[in-house]
């Protein structure tokens, strides 16, 4: 081979099936009275004409391309330094695919790239390709000034692919995108062009419902950042560590009875009583809600008596309410309030129909007198199990017309509706009577009393008598 340029020396572009079967060439490279031997490693050609090996990148190239830098550098390394530079810088300058060549002074890539700016020089001088591509034109071989060199491809023209598959050919690197259309995956549809990466989104860009809040910090899509993000009322609060719309962050937040307490962003039952602490006047857990009391925690009551029926305390103190008398709990009868119970709160019906809530009736087990000689078996109204209790005729009369009869109420009317009513304090009837009789009563005219079957159901020193209706008298 002669000395010159590469170009000259081995006519890439002519000769590629020779160049296969070398193995190692050498060329010179003189200037003034300096020699340096370089040697070039090739490596073996693959089959087809022009595929010849991925070039090495030529980063440096452009601090090469004068003598003035270019050779003083090559005193300072070394010579295997010195054949692995010029092999790069050979290989790299004539691309890997080739076009035919008018002569041997040139080598033209078929892709396209910035003019070289230099011109060989001397004895076999080299023009290399501009930097933005890898064209190289070949120097005088009698020491004039080499071609200028053809414009070259982007550094990372074919080399793109993967996770960064566009090339930039500003920065002549590979990025994941440089526009929205690059980003091919549907969760990251939107291109930051700040970091040439796709993302999830800006600003505005997310649409999902579920989602619809852009964390700019992270690029990605979430729930919310803050209270304003949540519009729907079930879930006003932001859980900005899970970045999504919750109905609860503490207790407190929970206002339900029936979900005070706050158990992973949700509000859910209670417990406990502590975990109805705060629903005000409902501080007892009973089975899931919140309630102000129990049969079981009346003393939250201070004296009075809790409903069972609505979990609320009433007005009436327990063990104020005498037999036959209205009530809603089996604290509030006379000996109601403890375990072996004089009486209960019981509920009773007139003529089959049930009556709403319930009368205090004393157990069978402590005895009956009259008139409550008739068994009711029930179960008590604050949950006591089935009993047998001391009770009345309730297909013939009712507890408030037995009462008016045992306290002597007169009806002076001779309506029946004014015998078996409810009255208030001072004794005067609040509804129309039912199950009594306006009748004569022993001496006295126009007093209350009631149908009978037998005289064991009337009280004492009365008779079960009368025509055509029996009653006591």
Not at 254 to 275: E, K
Not at 359 to 382: D, E, M, Q, W
């Amino acid at each position: 081979m002669h000395s010159g340029t590469f170009v000259h020396q081995l006519q890439l572009h002519n000769d590629l099936p020779e160049l296969a079967r070398l193995s190692r060439h050498e060329c010179h490279l003189r200037h003034g009275g300096l020699a340096a031997s370089v040697q070039l490693q090739l490596s073996t050609v693959h089959r087809a004409r022009g595929s010849l090996p991925e070039p090495a990148r030529i980063d440096l190239l452009p601090a090469l391309v004068s003598r003035e830098t270019f050779l003083p550098l090559l005193r300072r390394i070394s010579e295997s330094a010195a054949r692995c530079l010029l092999a790069s810088v050979g290989i790299a300058a004539c691309s890997s695919e080739f076009t035919s060549c008018p002569d041997s002074r040139s080598c033209i890539s078929r892709t396209s790239g910035s003019a070289g700016s230099h011109g060989g020089s001397e004895d076999g001088g080299m023009s290399f390709g501009g930097s933005a591509g890898s064209g190289m034109a070949g120097a005088s071989a009698n020491g004039g000034t080499g071609d200028a060199g053809a414009a070259g491809s982007p550094a990372c023209a074919d080399t793109c692919k993967g996770l960064t598959p566009v090339c930039d050919v500003v920065s002549s690197t590979c990025v994941q995108c440089l526009k929205g259309t690059d980003c091919k995956d549907s969760s990251k549809p939107t291109c930051d062009v700040s970091s040439n990466n796709c993302v999830q989104c800006l600003a505005t860009d997310c649409k999902n419902a579920a989602k619809p809040v852009c964390d700019t910090a992270a690029n990605t899509c979430v729930g919310c950042l803050g209270n304003e993000d949540c519009k729907d009322a079930a879930k006003p609060l932001c859980d900005t560590a899970g970045a999504q719309c919750v109905a609860c962050l503490k207790q407190a937040d929970c206002t339900s009875a029936t979900a005070s307490a706050c158990s992973a962003g949700a509000c859910t039952a209670c417990t406990t009583d502590a975990g109805c602490s705060n629903i005000a006047g409902k501080g007892v857990c009973d089975a899931g809600t919140c309630v102000q009391c129990t049969a079981a925690k009346e003393s939250v009551c201070g004296g009075k008596s809790c409903d069972p029926a609505t979990k609320a305390c009433t007005t009436t103190g327990t063990g104020s309410v005498t037999m036959c008398r209205a009530c809603v709990a089996d604290s509030e009868c006379v000996g109601g309030n403890s375990a072996d119970a004089d009486a209960r709160c019981v509920p009773m019906s007139f003529k089959g129909v049930p009556r709403p809530g319930g009368f205090c009736l004393r157990p069978v087990s402590k005895t009956c007198g009259s008139p409550y000689k008739i068994v009711i078996n029930a179960t008590s109204l604050s949950g006591a199990p089935p009993e047998d209790y001391c009770g009345i005729a309730q297909d013939l009369t009712r507890c408030e017309a037995v009462l008016d009869l045992l306290t002597s109420k007169a009806c002076p009317d001779m309506k029946d509706s004014s015998c078996g009513c409810q009255r208030d304090a001072s004794g005067a009837c609040v509804t129309a009577g039912l199950g009594g009789l306006c009748r004569k009563v022993g001496p006295d005219q126009n007093h209350c009393t009631y149908e009978c079957g037998s005289a064991t159901q009337c009280s004492g020193g009365y008779a079960c008598d009368g025509s055509p209706t029996l009653y006591c008298q």
